[in-house]
Antibody, heavy 119, light 111 residues
Framework: EVQLLESGGGLIHPGGSLRLSCAASGFPLRKYAMSWVRQAPGKGLEWVSAISGDGGTTYIADSVKGRFTISRDNSKNTVSLQMKSLRPEDTAVYYC????????????WGPGTLVTVSS | QSVLTQPPSASGTPGQRVTISCSGSSSNIGGNNIVYWYQHLPGTSPKLLIYSNSQRPSGVPDRFSGSKSGASASLAISGLRSEDEADYYCAAWDDRLNGPVFGGGTKLTVL
């Protein structure tokens, strides 16, 4: 059974940093692209970042470029999102997703972790 | 503002058929990039409903169907049920952004 579990969210001051982690199980992580998407309060889903199975190709949305970095450790079955220089507009529930087939589009998603950026 | 345009809301009564549109451009849907559809209840995990424009993952009822024509796509829900009340998002790769994008989402209300 595919399972994804995000962790690392919380309350952080503007300008601060957080590292989100996604623990994956039930499938060979190295074979699949992984993504992070988010939903801010009252807003729609937004693709934040994606990474290929071998970690060699990444995508970062313009809204977080230069501040967020995606990485993965296939040996530890984890995918991470390092977030720096956080802004109030980064406040959202962040979801980790397993890519469907060879794509970055998720077919399984974790329950999400809430990040609140506020002073 | 998303590069994929969806109506903000849609509604129907139980048993009805409703369709949700997703309009793109030559850099995404019209550029031969495949379309995905997700169902999302805020506070829960997104659920994949349709992949490759019209394919359903196992476990998704055949009441849900997807289609694509040119630079637009549609999600149809037949035999509408109260549990279908949720937000629906289309998604596709955008060649200009060189990344995946969601539509703005459509809130479906079952009257």
């Amino acid at each position: 059974e595919v399972q994804l579990l995000e962790s690392g969210g919380g309350l952080i001051h503007p300008g601060g940093s957080l590292r989100l982690s996604c623990a994956a199980s039930g499938f060979p992580l190295r074979k699949y692209a992984m993504s992070w998407v988010r939903q801010a309060p009252g807003k729609g889903l937004e693709w934040v970042s994606a990474i290929s199975g071998d970690g060699g190709t990444t995508y970062i949305a313009d809204s977080v470029k230069g501040r967020f970095t995606i990485s993965r450790d296939n040996s530890k079955n984890t995918v991470s999102l390092q977030m720096k220089s956080l802004r109030p507009e980064d406040t959202a529930v962040y979801y980790c997703g397993k890519g469907h087939g060879s794509s970055s589009f998720g077919d399984y998603w974790g329950p999400g972790t809430l990040v609140t950026v506020s002073s | 503002q998303s590069v994929l345009t969806q109506p903000p809301s849609a509604s129907g009564t139980p048993g009805q058929r409703v369709t949700i549109s997703c309009s793109g451009s030559s850099s995404n849907i019209g550029g031969n990039n495949i379309v995905y559809w997700y169902q999302h209840l805020p506070g829960t995990s997104p659920k994949l409903l349709i992949y490759s424009n019209s394919q359903r993952p196992s476990g998704v009822p055949d009441r849900f169907s997807g289609s694509k024509s040119g630079a637009s796509a549609s999600l149809a829900i037949s035999g509408l049920r109260s549990e279908d009340e949720a937000d629906y998002y289309c998604a596709a790769w955008d060649d200009r952004l060189n990344g995946p994008v969601f539509g703005g989402g459509t809130k479906l209300t079952v009257l």
